[in-house]
């Protein structure tokens, strides 16, 4: 079951502005983030990271690095994410609907994610937080 908007996943040239933006003036803070191999940096509205920022240079368009499911479009928003639960039903679901997607453990977390492309190419991520491994 779909539960919230998580967040949405930009991509920047240059972090030091793209902070200015959303911390200076839309008032969100700067935050942890995973220990998520590519450069990147996570921006927060209250407890929530709802804005994640990747680099843009050398991977726009090409999908979230580790992500074999991509979308083919460039541009400035790489996915936006939808929280849900019950990630056993979720795959069922999509194998018996054969929609290809992406299943896995976000770094350093309890958190998995599902990757999959809509119809009309937008990249779109399942979070579930506290989910088992299996």
Do not use: K
């Not at 930009?10 to 502005?17: L, T």
């Not at 018996?96 to 977390?109: M, N, T, V």
């Amino acid at each position: 079951m779909l539960l919230s908007l998580g967040h949405v996943t930009v991509r920047s040239a240059d972090f030091d502005r793209t902070e200015h933006f959303y911390c200076t003036l839309l008032g969100l803070r700067p935050g942890p983030r995973p220990a998520i191999a590519l450069p990147g940096r996570w921006f927060y509205l209250g407890d929530e990271a709802v804005v994640h920022v990747l680099p843009s240079e050398g991977g726009a368009g090409q999908g979230s690095p580790g992500i074999a499911v991509d979308s083919g479009h460039s541009g400035p928003i790489d996915h936006f994410a939808l929280n849900a639960d019950d990630r056993p039903a979720f795959e069922q679901r999509l194998r018996a609907a054969g929609q290809p997607f992406e299943s896995r453990r976000l770094a350093d977390s309890d958190t998995w994610q599902i990757f999959l492309i809509d119809p009309d190419g937008a990249r779109v991520e399942l979070s579930f937080a506290g989910e088992r491994t299996s």
